[in-house]
């Protein structure tokens, strides 16, 4: 399995507090990408990052803030939760080239009360 | 942007019968196109993936999906499931130059004995 650790693995918090997410790598691969996943929903992309403080927003990204200081770490920040983000958010890296593949991370179950 | 459709959301199927499910995506360019399953309380692996070349490709576990440019369709295929391969399967798609991952909402398989 590729060097991917989230954390926390399970958060209950409360609506209107703030919440980070964290995604820590080992592999140095330059893409990283949050995403949630929802019965019925799939996984949707929330935020991705292209490199060292190089973002862009997915298609869920109302509610989301990222950053990247360093290649091996990407924090996802709930700026205000609402019971609607509660999911399991799950963290992915890859590298372009012909060996492209998204590596997943465990995933982090948030429930938002 | 891009998108992608899977049709079936949920399938059932004998051990020993044949598996198509379909993936249908939406841009006008040109695509990579993967296929990606989540055995149950797993994340996501990759099952295969279409870069360019021939377009019926073979993945693991005996799966393989077929590229048709004209339908802008990428269906999943195996000759015969096995109680194993309960999970479920999404479609992803990555237009060529951009790293925007976009799934579909997934198609969970079940096999029976």
């Known amino acids: 399995d590729a060097g991917i650790t989230q954390s926390p693995r399970h958060k209950v918090t409360e609506t209107g507090t703030p919440v980070t997410l964290r995604c820590h790598q080992t592999e140095n691969h330059r893409y990283m990408y949050w995403y949630r996943q929802d019965p019925g929903h799939g996984l949707r992309l929330i935020h991705y990052?292209?490199?060292?403080?190089?973002?862009d927003k997915g298609e869920v990204s109302d509610g989301y803030s990222v950053s990247r200081s360093k290649t091996e770490d990407f924090l996802l920040t709930l700026e205000s939760a609402t019971s609607s983000q509660t999911s399991v958010y799950f963290c992915?890296?890859?590298?372009?080239?012909?060996?492209?593949?998204?590596?997943f991370g465990s995933g982090t179950q948030l429930s938002v009360l | 942007a891009q998108s992608v459709s899977q049709h079936n959301h949920h399938v059932i199927l004998s051990e020993a019968a044949s598996l198509e499910l379909g993936c249908n995506y939406s841009y006008g360019g040109t695509v990579n196109l993967f296929w990606y399953v989540q055995y149950p309380g797993q994340h996501l692996q990759l099952l295969l993936k279409y870069f360019s070349g021939d377009p019926l490709v073979k993945g693991i576990k005996g799966f393989e999906a077929e590229f048709i440019k004209s339908k802008f369709s990428f269906n999943l295929r195996k000759p015969s499931v096995q109680w194993s391969d309960t999970a479920e399967y999404f479609c992803?798609?990555?237009?060529?130059?951009?790293?925007?991952?976009?799934f579909g909402t997934g198609t969970k398989l079940q096999v029976i004995p």
């Open positions: 992915a890296i890859s590298e372009s080239g012909s060996n492209e593949k998204l590596f």
């Open positions: 992803a798609v990555r237009p060529v130059g951009y790293q925007k991952v976009t």
């Open positions: 990052s292209y490199g060292v403080k190089d973002t």
